[in-house]
């Protein structure tokens, strides 16, 4: 059962009001994007610290990057003119990543449930960076195939109801400049996770590691003004102590976007911090962490574990679903658990052998 509100509280959100890059900045990003070396790396990792530091992250230079990628990167401004397409009301989920209480891969176990649940599902994938392993990581541990062709992100989704994608594959050449250059949160966590998967989805769901999810919100908005609905959540557990899923503890931000419009809720929850980190926190090797994700989708998964994947499964409902309750989209959650929903998407990813992907 997850935890009731102690406090909770909503307010809309505005655009912050700031300039965009300024023409040397952005020829310098630009110029970042193509350098390489550990002296740009550098520059590039100064850059980022110092503006997540600051409190300098707004929705236009979000859009002033987003701008400078898609001109980088012909692959990704190819998606731009024409996402891959995918269902009525599919869900892309993404995730920021660099936390600092790793936990098990959260977002694919819900994914995965909201699958279950009946939504169409696209889930970006990478493997481990700051994190003992990523998503790409546990699911080759459970038999998944990743797609790197982004052309066959429809076929997986109208046969199984769930693609899992990698992010690089929107965005090859940007992916091979980022990767591995950041081990910390930075401006482009904000936003590019979620832009990039370029599937005509009709809304998003991004886990970020920092409290201004209506910066990212209004940011995503900026680069894709294509989805009509997303939610960018986060939850504090303590000083700093961050995950960025939604948690049934302690403190979680969301900020919810409707046609460009924000409205940002904060929820103060009950339980006790200390079992339930030790719970979730991520194990010492891939087939460790993907034991957990497997346990967290069974029927009778432990009360820490499927809350916590549950919580989040049921936000990519309600996103696929506008017109029904949170707690209605938690019930169907529920319901795809008990019927054991999550074991037969998992059987038909593993059966689906893809077409040879294009590299």
Not at 93 to 101: F, I, P, R, Y
Not at 258 to 286: D, E, F, M, N, Y
């Amino acid at each position: 059962m997850v935890n009731p509100s102690l406090e909770c509280g909503s307010w809309p959100v505005d655009p912050p009001v700031a300039p965009p890059l300024l023409p040397e900045q952005a020829r310098w990003f630009t110029a970042t994007l193509r350098s390489k070396g550990e002296s740009a790396d550098d520059a590039w990792r100064t850059w980022a610290a110092r503006l997540v530091k600051r409190d300098q992250v707004n929705t236009e230079l979000l859009r002033s990057i987003w701008e400078a990628v898609v001109g980088f990167d012909e692959t990704l401004a190819r998606f731009v003119e024409a996402p891959v397409p995918v269902p009525p009301g599919t869900v892309s989920v993404s995730g920021s990543g660099k936390e600092t209480l790793k936990t098990f891969n959260v977002s694919t176990a819900a994914a995965l449930m909201a699958a279950a649940a009946g939504v169409s599902v696209v889930k970006g994938t990478s493997a481990s960076v700051s994190a003992v392993s990523g998503s790409d990581d546990v699911l080759a541990e459970i038999g998944v195939p990743v797609l790197h062709d982004p052309a066959l992100v429809t076929e997986s989704v109208l046969r199984t109801g769930i693609a899992f994608v990698s992010y690089g594959s929107f965005c090859p050449r940007y992916a091979a400049r980022y990767d591995g250059c950041f081990r910390a949160l930075n401006p482009m966590s904000f936003l590019m996770p979620a832009a990039s998967l370029l599937v005509s989805a009709d809304a998003f769901l991004h886990g970020l590691a920092h409290d201004d999810v209506g910066t990212a919100a209004h940011g995503i908005h900026a680069a894709r003004p294509d989805i009509a609905r997303g939610r960018v959540g986060t939850t504090l557990l303590g000083p700093g102590l961050r995950v960025d899923e939604l948690a049934p503890v302690s403190r979680t931000t969301y900020a919810d976007l409707h046609w460009g419009h924000v409205k940002v809720t904060q929820r103060v929850l009950g339980g006790s911090i200390g079992p339930w980190r030790r719970a979730v926190a991520h194990r010492a090797s891939h087939r460790a962490n993907a034991a957990v994700l497997l346990e967290s989708l069974r029927p009778d998964a432990t009360t820490v574990l499927a809350d916590f994947v549950d919580v989040n499964a049921a936000a990519v409902v309600s996103l696929a679903r506008p017109e029904i309750t949170e707690d209605d989209a938690l019930t169907l959650v529920h319901e795809a658990r008990r019927r054991g929903g999550p074991a037969r998407i998992l059987h038909s990813l593993r059966e689906t052998t893809p077409r040879k992907e294009s590299r």
